[in-house]
C-alpha cells in the first residue's frame, strides 16, 4: 500500500512521516502549511519558499519547515532513519549551515541529525555527539543528494544516493531535551542558521531501514533529481 497520493514504490513499512512538496495532499502552491501526508500532521512554512517554477523544491535560505515537537516522531531509545532530498547552493560554512537536527546542547552532544563539518564542509549524520558517533560524506554543491541516515539503538549508518556510506556505533539515548524542540527541516535547531540551498521529500521511519530499502527509495524518486 503506498502513501496517500505518493509513489507506490516507495518502503512504506514503518514509515511514520512523509511530506513532498510536489503532492498536493502535502503541500498546495502559495500555501503557508505542509501537510505530513501519513498522520495529517501540518507544520507552517517558516519563511521557506516554494519554487513555483520547480514544483515540489523549497529554498530554505533564510527559511525552513517547522514542526510541532520531535518527540512526536521519534523515541529516545528507539531506532529510526531519516531521509531527505537536497541541493547546496553554496559551500556550507559550518554547522550552522546544517540541514536538519534536533539538538539542545551548545556542544552539540544531546541530539541527532544531518550537521556540516565546520573544517571540511562534509556533511555528518550522528547520533548524541557530533565528532564521535557519527558517518561523514561529502555532497556536491548545486547537486542534488538523497541522504538517509538511520540507527537501530547500537548502529547508525549513513547513505547517500542509494549508497552506503558507511557505519559507527553507539548504544545509549537521545537526551529528552533534544526531543522537546520543534521539528525542523531545512536549519540546525540548536544555532537557529539555515542550510543555503534547497530541498524536497522528506520522510522518517520508526525503524532503522536496510540498505536494499534505501536504495529503492532513491530510485522510485531520482528522476525528479538527477
Do not use: C
Not at 16 to 40: C, E, H, K, L, R
Not at 100 to 125: H, K, P, Y
Amino acid at each position: 500500500m503506498g502513501v496517500v497520493g505518493g509513489p507506490d514504490s516507495i518502503v512504506t513499512d514503518g514509515l511514520i512521516f512523509y511530506i513532498d512538496p510536489a503532492n498536493s495532499t502535502s503541500f498546495v502552491t502559495g500555501s503557508g502549511t505542509v501537510t505530513d501526508m501519513i498522520s495529517g500532521v501540518t507544520g507552517v512554512t517558516a519563511s521557506a519558499t516554494h519554487l513555483a517554477d520547480n514544483a515540489g523544491i523549497f529554498d530554505v535560505n533564510g527559511g525552513s519547515l517547522d514542526f510541532a515537537a520531535a518527540s512526536n516522531f521519534f523515541a529516545a531509545s528507539g531506532s529510526f532513519s531519516v531521509s531527505m532530498w537536497l541541493n547546496y547552493d553554496d559551500a556550507p560554512a559550518g554547522y550552522a549551515d546544517s540541514p536538519f537536527n534536533i539538538e539542545a546542547s551548545g556542544t552539540w552532544t544531546q541530539g541527532f541529525g544531518f550537521v556540516n563539518d565546520s573544517v571540511t564542509g562534509n556533511l555528518r549524520w550522528y547520533i548524541k555527539q557530533y565528532n564521535q558517533n557519527q558517518v561523514t560524506t561529502s555532497v556536491t554543491v548545486g547537486q542534488w543528494h538523497n541522504l538517509v541516515g538511520t540507527w537501530d539503538g547500537s548502529t547508525l549508518e549513513l547513505f547517500r544516493d542509494g549508497i552506503s556510506i558507511g557505519t559507527d556505533t553507539f548504544t545509549g539515548g537521545i537526551t529528552e531535551a533534544s526531543l522537546n524542540l520543534p521539528l525542523k527541516i531545512g536549519r540546525a535547531a540548536y544555532s537557529g542558521g539555515q542550510m543555503d540551498g534547497k530541498f524536497s521529500t522528506f520522510m522518517i521511519y520508526n525503524r532503522r531501514i536496510t540498505a536494499a530499502e534505501a536504495l529503492q527509495n532513491y530510485n522510485a524518486l531520482k528522476d525528479r533529481f538527477v
